[in-house]
């Protein structure tokens, strides 16, 4: 997920201690700040979820407030000293959880100056994925990456997929929007195919079904085909999976060659046996 | 599931012979002693579902109350003897299947002392997961091990799989309910995470649905990503499970394939007799 | 699927003959004759399926009931040539197709006797399943068969999969009992655990769903659970199927070993070098 | 997708550099003209989409139809040249891609002798197919060629399990209208079947939902097989796919080793140098 930016600083002592405390978890401090930087993401999520509920919102609209006050505060003043105990501190802001960190503060600011607008929720909502960032020192993440990996590897596979599978759906939305006429749920093309996307899929809502005997006919065929065709996304993500299974901590010494399989003996690229 | 509790106590020669009844079921009457408990276990399950049919339960109200009076005072016998016949009774107390045991009884005695309420019942439906360790005996789990293994094996990444679910649900719920608004559904954002959830699991209730043009086009989307990353817990068993098969500690000497089979007396590669 | 039953048959030269007809496909009319099989069960079951409309039923009732004594009649004569021509009589009668042969003829006769009943026309349908019988002989069961043999290898493990979820079912389904009260859709616990079922499988019709907050919650987990552990049977198979891909033509000359993988230079079993 | 129908035409100077700039997309008008054809197909597909809802269609109606006829224009003027510049002018015309260029433009042509119904609509929604051919021609395809080659080798297993669906399908459709008899819904066997195909895919609209306690048992048993049989179909692809993988030219002429990658120079199992 996140590269480290410049391990080691080398400034002044304070920037070294709070480093360590901010963006590692191995000193007892470190530990407790992820662990009170987790807790806050997560009060402050179920703050903005209990505010949304009209019952709870009117009787802790204060106390709602005042927490969110504190949180941002909080949060605020880790931004700064992020970027302050960082050496390169353009990497860090334009890294994946510095815009992130940066969004989730924005909403809270923009408040003083702009009427509240539900708009804003979302970006405090992106506060969520902080949560990987904790989870990414707690050395949770080793399985987490596998995955990515599997995902990032197959992602041109999958796009192509979704091409087929958005295409596959237009133009069945289309005949269906042929062959149910106006009626309720296919008056358009794109509602028809809103249709085909809950269909294919296998989601069925049911707040559009065919209706006409010939509608039902072509939608049992989208059925087999949707139910068939989930292999495809499966089989790529799996074989990518089994692909991966490469041992990790083997290099070859000779050679430098990191892509070295469990079970071989002997480098591929220089045949040099392996310790 | 289960280790097996001091394999032979070396007591009384009652306690040895109820042993091996109980605990084994490689004699007549262990076997016998096995088909009674399933069968108690299928009963004590039905009586428990009828009962919450009002028109069964007001015919055979009684007749229930007999029987469940029946089957709790024969699993109460079990669950002593089975305590006062094995050795290290701490750990059966603390086992699995020992607080299962312990918990579908429980609800019994307690209604001598408190008013009965529907609250108890899910403590006796546990009674259901006695039903694994009829089976354990009758060699019929170790297929079912090669499942829990593998499950195992890839827990760590599952829960990490979840919880990028879990986070994605609840961005995408905000999000839709930032765009449908208060409409019937989406009134409060756990509300909308429930849709996001329903949608993202192709579950698909229709209990709620996307109304907005808006909302339908976020829907859709969402769809298309939740049929693709069904693929991630399916490619994560998948390759969990084949990791499982070969004989992982044999190896040719002579060309260091280690590809092979449990019953492999010869390399298939090289013709090498192995070891 | 199905074992030939006395391959040449020694008696007289018109029992050879239709044999050939009816249970090979190697001359041009035992191809014509499985073709006009196969015609008359695709008829036969669009008859079936058409009677049960009652517009269709009321304008061509005769032409339905003629057809069907046409068919009857072809499949009766069909049947008892089978017996006649093939030698070990007993064997085809109990064998699956054997039994599905009769099962399919028996309404018809029935009739003759009783009232027709709705109840008939399942047996009626199982003559599609001779649609298999057909294609075995026409070599397209090839890939079929290996479909079969994986299933029928992960067999025990599939049966303790839907054990498992069954139980898992059964006890959500009651949780959900407790949870939901007597709503709508909960009222019993056998209502509650199609409810689970349902969901669970990720098929939502949502004729029931949850309404208080707290069974929505419960149904989020439910769902979770469902989309991950869908991953299981798709394990079991797939590493089942991968498992198959041995040569089934090789045969070690020496030994007699026939499980041999594909990728094999010497046989596992007696270490002699393959062709 | 498209095999390419003679590299080199030797006629005309135009026609070759024609030829450059339509079939390839090495040279800078080549991508211009890929990007122009892109965007127009994805323009025409909106049109489409957009006239069919009548508040667009009543304010832009002309709009539409003058950028139909420029982009009808442009297709045509792009089919013509494609049959000037090709050589082989017969393979291209019944090329896949060919039919298409050709079916897209037959409704615009055929709408100057009959009147525009809405059946033409679903061969002008073809035309989305040909960005197909754009991507082809950007080097994306090779990942997609992957997939179509996997789902291509699987066809055969793929139709068999889809063959076994329906045969399934039709006899629990039946079975369920023998069951629930003529609830709404189950009124005939046609409609029965499509709640069965509704219910075994996983769709699960709950346009129609078994009522009576037996119809729901049965509909329990149909929904754990067909969440156990949709392994089926992930299995036979992945097997496919993952057989995709490894060199399977290559061979240690050593060891016998044949897991060897694309890439590999030595032989990871005996360290030989690879031919």
């Given at each position: 997920m996140e590269r480290e930016?410049?391990?080691?600083?080398?400034?002044?002592w304070w920037k070294r201690y709070l480093y360590r405390i901010i963006y590692r978890s191995d000193t007892k401090l470190g530990k407790l700040f992820d662990i009170i930087l987790l807790s806050l993401i997560l009060i402050s999520t179920a703050i903005i979820m209990m505010e949304s509920i009209p019952r709870l919102d009117k009787r802790f609209h204060y106390t709602f407030i005042i927490l969110e006050w504190i949180i941002s505060i909080f949060f605020s003043a880790e931004y700064v000293s992020r970027i302050a105990v960082v050496k390169n501190k353009r990497h860090y802001i334009f890294s994946f959880f510095g815009i992130i960190d940066f969004l989730a503060l924005v909403p809270f600011y923009l408040s003083f100056f702009f009427p509240v607008t539900k708009y804003f929720l979302i970006f405090r909502m992106l506060?969520?994925?902080?949560v990987f960032r904790v989870f990414n020192l707690m050395d949770f993440m080793n399985d987490g990456s596998v995955i990515v990996r599997a995902l990032k590897n197959s992602s041109r596979k999958i796009y192509i997929f979704l091409l087929f599978l958005i295409i596959f759906s237009v133009i069945v939305g289309s005949l269906m929007f042929m062959v149910e006429g106006g009626r309720p749920g296919f008056e358009t093309i794109p509602q028809s195919i809103y249709w085909a996307v809950v269909t294919v899929t296998t989601?069925?809502?049911?707040d559009v079904s065919p209706i006409t005997p010939m509608g039902k006919f072509f939608a049992v065929i989208l059925m087999l085909a949707g139910y068939s065709i989930i292999a495809v996304p499966t089989g790529i993500v799996t074989a990518e999976m089994r692909n991966k299974r490469q041992n990790l901590e083997k290099v070859c010494d000779r050679c430098g060659n990191e892509d070295i399989d469990d079970d071989a003996r002997y480098c591929k690229q220089c045949g040099k046996k392996l310790a």
């Open positions: 930016h410049n391990l080691i600083p080398e400034d002044a506060r969520m994925l902080r989601v069925g809502y049911g």
